[in-house]
Nanobody
Framework: QVELVDTGGGLVQAGGSLTLHCAAS???????????ATWYRQAPGEQHEMVAS???????NYADYVKGRFTISRNRFKNTVYLQMDSLTSADTGVYSC??????????????WGQGTQVTVSS
């Protein structure tokens, strides 16, 4: 069973920074590989919206409202995807969740969600 764990959220003042982590693991100890991964945000009363994504080849894509402020990256050896968030504003407040396409030899490629991590930016 693949598990994604989202961490790194917290309370930060406007203008501050946070780094979110999306760490993948497999309970069976099987080999696995993270392919495409996306960070989503859900603000209070709003739907999920894409924040940033990264392809298997490392190509990054960003929502317009985070370009120049957020950076998505990955560490294959640690099976972790990161979201570096700088120059945070109160509009960035929300629950951030990672969705990743993960390949395992038993199930092939499937999409999995992390549990989400709360980011609160105070103005």
């Amino acid at each position: 069973q693949v598990e994604l764990v989202d961490t790194g959220g917290g309370l930060v003042q406007a203008g501050g920074s946070l780094t979110l982590h999306c760490a993948a693991s497999v309970t069976s100890g099987s080999i696995f590989r993270i392919n495409h991964a996306t960070w989503y945000r859900q603000a209070p009363g709003e739907q999920h919206e894409m924040v940033a994504s990264i392809t298997d080849g490392g190509e990054a894509n960003y929502a317009d409202y985070v370009k120049g402020r957020f950076t998505i990256s990955r560490n294959r050896f640690k099976n972790t995807v990161y979201l570096q968030m700088d120059s945070l504003t109160s509009a960035d407040t929300g629950v951030y969740s990672c969705n990743a396409a993960v390949w395992t030899p038993v199930h092939g490629t499937r999409n999995y969600w992390g549990q989400g991590t709360q980011v609160t930016v105070s103005s």
